[in-house]
């Protein structure tokens, strides 16, 4: 059993049950496990982060949701190695995050934050490029081939056009595409994304969930030279549009005051008790031969 707010409580779903697809290349298993256990975070004495368990795997797209204040955003810092936690364990491939140096950890894990830089002076291809500095030797530049790279995630994310544009002198939802366009441009084969889909349109929403799972699963045919089954990637998402998250997800955690409340495969944690017990609202959830649709009721 798992607590959430107010004294609500979820039976934990068998969070393996599910079938993850099969990748071929380097990094299916092992390296790209990242492996949480009993995580804490406390501020100012209150715990923020409170013995929180998940594992990501490769091959899967998973989404963190719950309400705002739940401490999603906090995890997904913790999991980048931004933020240290007060107790507990996250292990990388086996290993302790605080073993790897910072730039053996960028090669390996890809962040993007909720919030937006606007990188002053810099156009959209020039940022995307700033994705590739973990893997360049000190002073160098980024060559043809990271050219071709990061042109290629911008076309992959609706961006090719903007390439030479000003981040500064994009919309809101551009500037979330070039973030993402950057975060595919680095590389890392774990890829922890805060709110990708905060500003965008329905159709760009869409596509970016689709090219986040498509990673995920080691579909990368906008990488070039990529192979048709390329090696698989471990993908979470902190999300609010449930929804989406039916649509795409593999998994769910769903958080409340810092604890996990519920997670386990997709189906089995968006249930309208988890809905109303965890974000208090009633909730009718549809199921069928697709994925789950969520109807709110009221609050």
């Not at 045919?221 to 998250?245: F, I, K, T, Y």
């Not at 249930?271 to 959830?285: L, M």
Request: charged content about 20%.
């Amino acid at each position: 059993m798992a607590e959430g707010s107010g004294g609500w409580s979820a039976p934990l779903a068998d969070s393996r049950s599910e079938t993850l697809p099969e990748c071929g290349g380097e990094g299916q298993s092992g390296g790209l496990e990242l492996s949480v256990r009993g995580l804490t975070l406390a501020r100012g004495g209150q715990a923020v982060l409170d013995g929180v368990s998940l594992e990501l795997v490769p091959g899967e797209l998973l989404g963190i949701v719950g309400p705002n204040g739940a401490g999603k955003s906090t995890l997904l810092r913790c999991l980048a190695g931004v933020l240290a936690p007060t107790g507990g364990d996250i292990l990388l491939g086996g290993a302790p995050l605080a073993r790897y140096s910072r730039r053996e950890l960028a090669r390996r894990v890809t962040y993007s934050p909720q919030e937006l830089e606007d990188r002053l002076g810099f156009t959209v291809l020039e940022s995307a490029l700033m994705g590739r500095h973990p893997w360049l030797p000190r002073f160098g530049a980024p060559g043809a081939a990271e050219r071709a790279l990061a042109l290629a995630a911008l076309t992959a994310l609706d961006m090719a056009p903007l390439a030479g544009r000003p981040v500064t002198e994009l919309s809101g939802g551009e500037k979330r595409r070039a973030a993402l366009a950057r975060a595919l441009t680095q590389g890392g084969r774990v890829l922890l994304l805060d709110e990708p889909t905060a500003g965008l349109d329905i159709r760009h929403a869409l596509s970016a969930m689709r090219l986040f799972a498509d990673t995920a699963a080691g579909r990368e045919s906008w990488r070039p030279g990529a192979q048709p089954e390329s090696s698989c990637a471990a993908v979470a998402v902190v999300m609010h549009d449930l929804n989406l998250a039916a649509m795409f997800c593999n998994r769910l955690v769903m958080l409340a005051a810092g604890r996990v409340a519920a997670y386990g495969p997709t189906p089995q944690v968006l249930t309208a008790e988890n809905i109303a017990g965890v974000f208090g609202v009633k909730a009718r959830v549809d199921t069928g031969d697709g994925p789950a649709r969520v109807t709110f009721l009221e609050a």
